[in-house]
């Protein structure tokens, strides 16, 4: 079965930096997809940024961007220019080419940022 | 945002009691999901769908059933609540294999 960690519970970030949340899963799959999402207080879940397995290209969306490194099953997200907007939960999230679509989730890392 | 409306949005109830969340969706997406939420387990899957009627488990389905008469609804329910079904519940859709899943706003429900 597929496991999704994450080991950072949180995180603090300053004002306009940068800052690297850590994602690691342990698969048997070669072909699976990776998403981040981001959990603000008002609790709804918001998708980030996606990654598909068999591309080697880094995704990135804005400020965000990601460092997927298949062969050691990691899958960092980092935000620049951090913004108070952007402190929130944090989840990453497993999702294989079969199983009926399901996401397998990340026990997630709380992010703060400082002004 | 994808059109996903949760209801209800907060509910308490007794333990034995029965409860049905209903997810609605205006994007006639084909695939719908129900997750719940707890501290410390991020998300884990009770339910999905895959079309009207078709139905399967998730990793954490028991206690719980489901229905899918029509594309846009998907019904959760507790037969008999208990204090570990206390949680926040999900519903997500998504259109096609493979592509990301959209949330909806989430139940808080709280079973004393």
């Known amino acids: 079965a597929q496991t999704v960690t994450q080991s950072q519970p949180e995180m603090s970030v300053q004002e306009a930096e940068t800052v690297t949340l850590s994602c690691t899963y342990d698969t048997s799959e070669s072909d699976y997809y990776l998403f981040w999402y981001k959990q603000p207080p008002s609790r709804q879940m918001i998708l980030v940024i996606r990654?598909?397995?068999?591309?080697?290209q880094n995704a990135t969306e804005n400020r965000f961007s990601v460092n997927f490194q298949k062969a050691a099953k990691s899958f960092s997200l980092k935000i620049s220019d951090s913004q108070l907007g952007d402190a929130a939960m944090y989840f990453c999230a497993y999702r294989s080419t079969n199983q009926g679509g399901k996401l397998i989730f990340g026990q997630g890392t709380e992010l703060s940022v400082k002004p | 945002d994808a059109g996903i409306t949760q209801s209800p949005r907060h509910k308490v109830t007794e333990t034995g009691t029965p409860v049905t969340l209903r997810c609605h969706q205006t994007e006639n997406h084909r695939y719908m999901y129900w997750y719940r939420q707890d501290p410390g387990h991020g998300l884990r899957l009770i339910h999905y769908s895959y079309g009207v009627k078709d139905t399967d488990k998730g990793e954490v389905s028991d206690g719980y059933s489901v229905s899918r008469s029509k594309t846009e609804d998907f019904l959760l329910t507790l037969e008999s609540a208990t204090s570990s079904q206390t949680s926040v519940y999900f519903c997500?859709?998504?259109?096609?294999?493979?592509?990301?899943?959209?949330f909806g706003p989430g139940t808080r429900l709280t079973v004393t």
């Open positions: 997500a859709i998504s259109e096609i294999w493979g592509a990301e899943q959209y």
């Open positions: 990654q598909e397995a068999y591309k080697q």
